[in-house]
């Protein structure tokens, strides 16, 4: 696994539809001696994050029966709690931005941003973009906050390269960074989470990547997209085209404390919708298939994945045991 709307003066618009409740997607997983298993997967409930599911929500069978808690150990854990998770936050600073100075309220809401996020338990970058070709990095994944609000306050108008506006290329690129970003942890053998988030004043001018290969890339990436646009409404179907994850809209710099706001919450939630099951499993056979049933709100969905169990044996202890 690779991996913000209410109406106010700042309009949020939702992106997606609402799905089915629970909905249970297997992202990642892993099988070790001497018997750990482990699944990544996320729930979601009419499209909306699933925060605070527990084990006592859960049944497992293992090879088409029940486990029983007595004969087998396995924990759930909130993936934000036992996985690095990663942010990158992508700043305009193409000419409209600087002419206009809203560049001094970027400055102010990414710095609240960052510190809100780090808050979080989550690692946090920023870049610039504007019409050149690549994005330049001013702080690499970090969770010292003094350092990143230092490095976002010297960013300015001595910053920009091109005054066009390389949005689209900015966004494959930032994906890319986080691709670079995720990391397998360790203990778990699971990867990261990370969400990319991008401000901008208007949509893409340079022409360097297309509409269509951007949200090719953005829809085949397990990455979150989150878009906050200072535009007015001519362009927020193109933005929000751009924005799988969530989409804000602010009319005016000075709402841009309380978009960002808004957006720190829905990222922290959809952040939380990811889950680590961890199984010791006491089959020694040569394969067998686990099934992951989640209960929640009336309803079941359940994943499944087949794995080896010929070489597993004593000594599987869950993590942090």
């Avoid at 997983?29 to 996320?42: C, D, H, I, K, Y």
């Avoid at 949200?215 to 997209?225: Q, T």
Wanted: hydrophobic letters at 40%.
């Amino acid at each position: 696994m690779r991996f913000l709307t209410v109406v106010f003066t700042v309009s949020l618009l939702l992106s997606g539809c609402a799905g089915p409740c629970p909905q249970v997607k297997r992202l990642d997983t892993s099988s070790a001696e001497p018997a750990m298993v482990q699944v990544l997967f996320s729930v979601q409930c009419a499209g909306e994050p699933v925060t605070d599911l527990t084990a006592s929500d859960l049944t497992l069978f293992e090879g088409g029966e029940e486990v029983s808690r007595a004969e087998a150990d396995w924990q759930l854990d909130r993936v934000d709690a036992v996985l690095e998770t990663y942010a990158l936050l992508l700043i305009d600073v193409s000419d409209s931005i600087i002419a206009d100075g809203t560049i001094e309220n970027a400055r102010e809401v990414a710095k609240t941003f960052a510190r809100d996020v780090v808050d979080q338990g989550q690692s946090v970058s920023v870049a610039i973009f504007d019409g050149a070709e690549e994005i330049r990095t001013i702080i690499d994944f970090t969770t010292d906050q003094a350092a990143l609000v230092d490095a976002i306050e010297g960013i300015d108008a001595a910053d920009q390269i091109d005054g066009s506006t390389n949005l689209n290329g900015a966004i494959v690129q930032g994906l890319e960074v986080l691709d670079a970003a995720v990391s397998v942890d360790v203990e778990a053998e699971l990867e990261s989470v990370a969400s990319l988030v991008v401000f901008t004043d208007g949509v893409d001018l340079a022409g360097r990547t297309t509409d269509s290969r951007a949200r090719s890339r953005i829809n085949a990436s397990d990455h979150h997209v989150f878009v906050v646009g200072l535009v007015d409404d001519e362009e927020v179907d193109e933005l929000q085209a751009l924005a799988k994850s969530g989409f804000f809209q602010a009319s005016d710099p000075d709402m841009l404390t309380d978009t960002f706001g808004d957006l720190v919450d829905d990222l922290v939630a959809e952040v939380g919708k990811f889950y680590r099951l961890s199984y010791c499993s006491p089959l020694r056979s040569p394969r067998t298939t686990l099934k992951i049933e989640v209960q929640w709100d009336g309803s079941t969905d359940s994943v499944s994945w087949t794995y080896p169990t010929r070489d597993f044996g004593p000594g599987c202890e869950l993590p942090g045991s």
